[in-house]
């Protein structure tokens, strides 16, 4: 049999580090071809260094879909310097056709790259060691992932409780949820195992509106098999606006994970309850008379839209008006409705 993961590392150099732009590395192979975009790009008001794994596969004849994860090293330029090198890690991704975004990780702060005493730079040049690794695509070795809706409230403070079930979990790299809705915007969950060889889960929204945000409270619990068997248990809040993420890193190691006597593997699945508590939405647009364009959606190959409940059509240039609880309607199905009350 293969392995699962297939992995390589490769060098490069950065030159004219100082006038950087954008830099494109060369192009790795690892089951497809690969590329590390490196730029600076602001973050809380200070500049960094940052660097994009790019999938450069370009078969548009077919479906596709590739689970991939790097890890980016700025190397130290002379040996003199005792410190090590710095290293980050992307987050592991699926990698599909037509993908809008592809996943960056913030390596350093742009002043300490040219920190004489830290050595990073030398004749104008940084160098970059990357590891890329891709899990097999076979098909019949991918890991999949159900989705269940146990429980949804529409109250203020919505309560909204899910299942998730995991198969085929030694081949796990990544994997992402189909996205569903909470207040009238569609997210999506994302398991993975991180570099570091623990199992996490991340909350994320679709963007499907400009601008909102929420406090969000997410409890989850690793299920065991065993009548007896220990559960783990995680509870995070945070205030989520649509560029933000909810994480839940390291919740078990991979080892405890597996081990058999802790029952959390059966079948090779996982089981994965998750409860998430929506407090009232804060500086959400509510004019009634305000007009959304949808976005289109790109999540595991599948288009979705925004549409209207009441007459399935796609909230394009629609007068839109938002109800009590945030419930998003047509201005005229909603106008037609409350005339028959």
Known sequence: MPPL????????????????????????????????????????????????????????????????????????????????????????????RQMKRNPGVYVIRWSDVFDMTKGYVENDTICLEIKIEVADPSEHIKSDLVLENTYKSCKDGCQTKFQLTVSNITGLMTIQSPPFNLRNALWYFLIYKNHSKHLCLRLHPCDTLSEFSYEITMSIELVSSFANGKCIKRVETKQMHHNTELKLGN?????????????????????????????KPIDVISNTNTKYKAMNLSIEETCFELECPTCLEIFEEKELSFTHYRHIFCSDCLKNAMSLL
């Not at 590329?35 to 008001?45: D, E, L, P, R, S």
């Not at 078990?252 to 079948?267: Q, R």
Request: hydrophobic residues 40%.
């Open 5 to 96: 993961v297939r992995r390589n590392i490769f060098r490069f150099n950065v030159p004219n580090i100082s006038a950087l732009n954008m830099f494109y590395s060369p192009e790795f192979m690892v089951h497809a071809p690969w590329q590390i975009k490196i730029k600076k790009k602001t973050q809380n008001g200070q500049l960094w260094l940052f660097a994009v794994l790019c999938c450069r596969f370009k078969d548009k004849s077919s479906t596709w879909s590739y689970n991939a994860r790097a890890s980016i090293k700025l190397l130290r330029q002379q040996v003199d310097h005792e410190e090590n090198s710095i290293e980050k890690h992307t987050t592991p991704t699926s990698f599909v």
């Open 251 to 279: 919740l078990i190691s991979w080892d405890d994970l597996c081990e058999a006597k802790n029952g959390f593997v059966n079948n090779n699945c996982i089981v994965i309850n998750v409860e998430i508590n929506t407090e």
